[in-house]
Every structure is written in C-alpha cells, then in structure tokens.
C-alpha cells in the first residue's frame, strides 16, 4: 500500500511518500481501507521537533485520525463489522496511509447521514469542542470569546457556545476568516492581527465571561485581561508557539477560573459520539478548508504552519 514516511525530524519535506506493509487483522483487531485522513497542529509540531504526546521511533508512518470502510476483521472481532463506515484513532501513528489497522474498540460508526469527510473532520475537533463547551459549563446569556474561531476546533466551539445560548465573540486572524466565522453564527467578530481589537470587544460586549484560548502567548494574555470576575478559561491550543502563562495565583486574584479539561475513556469516546449526533441532527458542521491527496502531505503541513488555512485539513486517498 501507499503511506507517507517520517524518517526524521524537520520542516514539511521531510514526509515522503512511499510503499508500506499492508496491515493484517491480528485477534481483536480490524484493518481499515482509510478514506480519509485527519490532521492536526500538533502533528505538524511533532513532525518538526519529535515532541508530542505519543513515544515513537522512526522511520514511522505519522497519523491519529482516519476514517474509511472495515475491510477485515480479526480473531474475536464479530463478522459484520465487515463494511462498516468507521472512524478510528490510530493509537499515534500509522494514519496517513491507505490502510491501517486498529483495535476493534477503537471504533466509531459513522451515522447515515454524515458524510466520511465530515465524521473525520469531527473525530479529534469535535471531542475536544464537546469536552471543553461542558467543562466550562456555559450558561444562556453568556459572554464568550472564542480565539482561532474559524479553526478546527473553533470553528466548532462557536457552534456550540451558540447553541448553548451564548453571545459569542469570534477572534480570527485576517478579514477572510472573520466572514467564516460570521457564516458559523458568531455575533461579533474581531480581527487579533491588527491594532485596537480589545477595545472592539469592549465595546461590543464589555468584559466576557468565558475564553476558549487556542492560540496562546500575547493572545492568551490579552483575552485574559478581557474577562470579567467570576470568568473561566479554557485553553485548548498554541498555534502562536507558547501556551498562556497564567498561573492559579494571579487568575484567584483576578477572581477567574482557569478551566483544565478532562476525560475518562469513556468520556471522550461520549464526547465524540455526541459530536456525530450533532452532524447526524443537522445541528454542527465542520468547515473543512483544505484536502489534500495523500502523496501531498508535506504541502498540507505547509499550509498549516503558514496559517492560511480555514477549519479542518484532510488527506484524501482516492
């Protein structure tokens, strides 16, 4: 079959397409043709440096998300899974490919209703949105800004904080994304690139209640200073490099919670069945900015660091 290689660390380049193993349905096990595959920032951090949340030895093939039909199934793994539209996490790595193989536990059906491309695009945002929206337990009438609004993860969360009955503030980088968020439903967007855009919040809201931080550094910062007493903050990214330094004592000072997710297994395998209800019902979608054939991985890495993208990036194998 057909993969993309890390076989070291470095800019986008350094993935490489290539023949790979054809993976083999082992007890409790399935193999996957993969459609679809998915990508994040901090695999693009990880291809670059090594650093990230999994142990790896290369060559390796990088990947945590696909999605696609069971092709077969192992010992232990019940028959009729055979055809079924899945997506998966791949455990760390090997999802860049057009085939992977991954326990049997692992899975996730895919609703009729929601097209392979949108269940992928939803399979790592769309926990991470669902878990943070409940741990920050937004109320009707809240405030919310929400940073890297017209990203994965953003864009998603600006749904959701909607829905929950929130007075959302979409703060974008550029006048492009600013409309993406104005098409997801944000009530006032701002542009954090340019000079003045905390006083543009003040004035349309005053202080905010909530700040879901995905981009961290001076833009952490200053969403902080935005928040009214008795707010919270969620982190949930670094694209600018760093994460906000904020520590416990100057948020009590402050009278504001920094908000620090967490999950069981169960829990996020709830939050990602949650997120495939809400596409099934109509109610969330992804915006999906960018595919990529599965050869031109280097190029959708480039695209993500240079922050031209808008939503979701995927890697398509057909």
């Known amino acids: 079959m057909r993969a993309v290689w890390l076989r070291e660390f470095g800019g986008p380049e350094v993935l490489t397409a290539g023949d790979a193993p054809d993976p083999v349905a082992e007890p409790g096990r399935v193999v996957v043709d993969v459609e679809f595959a998915n990508i994040t920032f901090v695999e693009t951090q990880f291809r670059a440096t ?19 039909v069971v092709a ?35 899975l996730f059906r895919v609703p009729a ?50 829905a929950a009955g929130a007075t959302v503030v979409a703060a974008v980088g550029g006048t492009r994304k600013q409309g993406v968020a104005r098409d997801l439903g944000a009530d006032i967007t701002v542009d954090y690139t340019g000079d003045g855009w905390p006083e543009r919040v003040r004035d349309a809201v005053g202080a905010v209640d ?50 620090r997710p967490a999950a069981t297994p169960d829990e996020l395998r709830g939050h990602t069945e949650s997120a495939l209800a809400e596409a099934a019902a109509g109610r969330l979608r992804p915006v999906i900015g960018q595919r990529f054939p599965l050869a031109r991985a280097a190029d959708a890495h480039a695209a993500i660091q240079s922050r031209a993208t808008i939503g979701k990036t995927l890697l398509e194998t057909g």
């Open 50 to 68: 090594g650093n990230g949340p999994f142990a790896v030895t290369l060559p390796m093939v990088p990947g945590n998300g696909v999605g696609g």
């Open 72 to 106: 077969a199934v192992g010992a232990g793994v019940p028959a009729d899974l055979v055809g079924a539209r899945v997506i998966t996490s791949t455990g760390g790595s090997g999802g860049y490919a057009e085939r992977v193989a991954v326990d049997s536990t692992a």
């Open 113 to 162: 209703e929601v097209p392979m491309d949108v269940a992928v695009a939803l399979l790592a945002d769309g926990r991470t949105a669902t878990m943070m929206t409940c741990a920050a337990r937004l109320r009707a009438g809240d405030r919310v800004l929400v940073e890297a609004a017209a990203g994965g993860v953003g864009s998603l969360t600006v749904q959701l904080a909607k």
């Open 210 to 259: 909530v700040v879901f931080d995905g981009v961290g550094g001076d833009i952490g910062r200053t969403a902080f200073d935005l928040l009214d007493r008795g707010g919270r903050m969620v982190s949930f990214g670094l694209s600018s490099g760093t994460w906000t330094a904020i520590g416990d004592e100057e948020a009590t000072a402050r009278g504001v919670t920094l908000v």
